[in-house]
Structures are given as structure tokens and as C-alpha cells.
């Protein structure tokens, strides 16, 4: 069922950008792009998502390649508060679109 | 400032009980979701309501039933519980309809153990 592919783990020191990559090669045309955490005993936290652009909030930068076949979510100034497990999901506008996959997801260890 | 809520956290009961799981959100949403989670780590869709109308229900056994009062809360029960129950529930509401782009937020969940 998944549709991305993630590594299992990384870290990152406590300031510096975090840089989370993401492989969907399979993505179809109307598909988003969706990144969600979830920190332990917590539900899943949204972060961002994006078509074909790249998007910036409050949160987060995501930058989706052109051929659409992999992003990259970006945390600026990685705090300790940010450790916890990343996922990327795709996600269209159809009945598939009611399920979610979060798969194994990246653990991010925000090292101080 | 919790946007999406739900109560209890953890719920442990026996076979055969009737219990109710509570959600609610304040981020001024249309729609709200249940989903229940298997070990997989994969979140299936059980029950949608938009403006307090049910526009999803998927093949979820009769003995659980929603119920949305507003178009803020969307509770779940559940009759006779059974093993196959123990699982997390989690709540969630979106800005949008069902399969449209918008995201959802989700509560915390509920871990429900049949004893």
C-alpha cells in the first residue's frame, strides 16, 4: 500500500536545518503531497502539504521536485521539540483520498 | 487550544460493554472523521459527517453508530464490544469535503483495550 518511501532515521543538531526527504515516483497528476508528525502517544500532527509548488508556513518549507517524483520537507531551526516521527503521504481527490498510509515514517532526533 | 479533542485517552472494558467515545473541535470545521488505526500504522476511514450529515460510512459493523449534535462534535458508540475492537480511534475534521486537498487535523486518539 505504500506509496513513498522514506528513510528509517535521522538526526540532526539542535539549530541547524533539518532536511527530510521523500520518494513518491508513483504520485499521479491530481495527488498531494502531505507531511504529518506524530510525537509519541499523540495523534498526528499536520505540517504541510503541496501539489506542484513549493509551500512555506509557519511551520515548514516544502519543495517538490519538477517531475513531482520526490520532495523534500525542511524544518529551518530544528528545536528539541521537533524530535518525533515524520511521515510523507500521498493523497488524491477520490475515495483513496479517505484513507491515510503513514507507514514507518522518518524518526527525527533532534541531538542538543 | 487543543483543536481537535477526544475523551478518554485510554479506555480498557470487557467483552460485551457498550461504550462512547467523544470528539470535538474548535477550529470551526464542516467536516469530521473517525478512523481506526491497526497495527499496520494504517489509519482506515470508518465514518464522515458534514455539517452534521453522514456522507461516509464504510463497511464498519452496526454495533458502532455516530452521532454529531453540531457540526463541532462527532461522538462514536459502540454496543457489544468484541476483541477485534481493541484498537485506536482517532477523531479528525477538515475544512473541506471528504477526498478534497484540505487537510486534516487529527485528536489524540483513543486506545481502546477489550478485555
Known amino acids: 500500500d505504500a506509496k513513498t518511501t522514506q528513510p528509517t532515521s535521522m538526526d540532526c543538531a539542535e539549530g541547524r536545518a533539518a532536511n527530510l526527504p521523500c520518494n513518491h515516483s508513483?504520485?499521479?497528476?491530481?495527488?498531494?503531497v502531505y507531511w504529518y508528525r506524530q510525537i509519541h502517544s499523540q495523534g498526528p500532527q499536520y505540517i504541510i502539504h503541496?501539489?506542484?509548488n513549493n509551500e512555506t508556513n509557519e511551520m515548514a518549507s516544502l519543495i517538490i521536485t519538477e517531475d513531482r517524483k520526490s520532495s523534500t520537507l525542511i524544518l529551518p531551526h530544528a528545536t528539541l521539540r521537533d524530535t518525533a516521527v515524520y511521515y510523507c503521504?500521498?493523497?488524491?481527490?477520490?475515495?483513496?483520498?479517505?484513507?491515510?498510509?503513514f507507514g514507518t515514517g522518518t524518526s527525527l532526533t533532534v541531538i542538543p | 487550544d487543543t483543536a481537535v479533542s477526544q475523551t478518554p485517552k485510554y479506555l480498557v472494558t470487557q467483552m460485551g460493554n457498550d461504550k462512547s467515545i467523544k470528539c470535538e473541535q474548535n477550529?470551526?470545521?464542516?467536516?469530521m472523521y473517525w478512523y481506526k488505526q491497526d497495527s499496520k500504522k494504517f489509519l482506515k476511514i470508518m465514518f464522515s459527517?458534514?455539517?452534521?450529515?453522514?456522507?461516509i460510512n464504510e463497511t464498519v459493523p452496526n454495533r458502532f453508530s455516530p452521532k454529531s449534535p453540531d457540526k463541532a462534535h462527532l461522538n462514536l458508540h459502540i454496543n457489544s464490544l468484541e476483541l477485534g475492537d481493541s484498537a485506536v480511534y482517532f477523531c479528525?475534521?477538515?475544512?473541506?469535503?471528504?477526498?478534497?486537498?484540505?487537510?486534516?487535523?487529527f485528536g489524540d486518539g483513543t486506545r481502546l483495550s477489550i478485555l
Open positions: 477550529l470551526g470545521h464542516d467536516t
Open positions: 503521504i500521498v493523497r488524491g481527490r477520490s475515495n483513496t483520498g479517505n484513507q491515510f498510509y
Open positions: 508513483t504520485i499521479s497528476g491530481n495527488e498531494y
Open positions: 503541496g501539489l506542484k
Open positions: 459527517y458534514n455539517n452534521k450529515e453522514l456522507i
Open positions: 479528525a475534521s477538515s475544512q473541506d469535503i471528504p477526498g478534497g486537498h484540505q487537510p486534516q487535523h
